[in-house]
């Protein structure tokens, strides 16, 4: 289990009880003095307000000492996910549709890793999500697997 999702498991719930959920969690930096992070949203689908990341960074820095996750002093970072916000969940992409992405996948479809386009929906097939893309270059839709996308976010629709 990496720092990230470790991180994850202790203060998840915390978070949740409070209104807000995870969109991602970074760890940087190395070893000696890491930045994690924290990437928050509010469950009721309100903006982040600087007071909310204020209380969230309260909770997140109790339980990461309580709990010492990282042996060494951390800069702790908790923040709204911005406007091109990453895409780290199935719901993310789901809640997103008819909004444009770069998406990147580590194996290569049609000779290409990084895509730019709209999410035209998701397949929930048990086995194996997939994310469908239509393609701001070529004008097609793609079929990405949603296990082998290593980096999404949203982007400023520029269709």
Known sequence: MSIAEKIQSIVGESLRSRGYGIVDIVVSGGRINPTVEVLIERLDGAAITVSDCTGASRVVSALLDVENVIDNSYRLNVSSPGIERPLTKLEHFARFIGKCAVVEVASSVSDRKKFTGTIVAVKEDESMPNILLH?????????????????????????
């Open 135 to 159: 393609l701001k270059i070529g004008q097609k839709t793609i079929e990405l697997p949603f296990s082998d996308i290593k980096k999404a976010r949203l982007k400023i629709d520029e269709f």
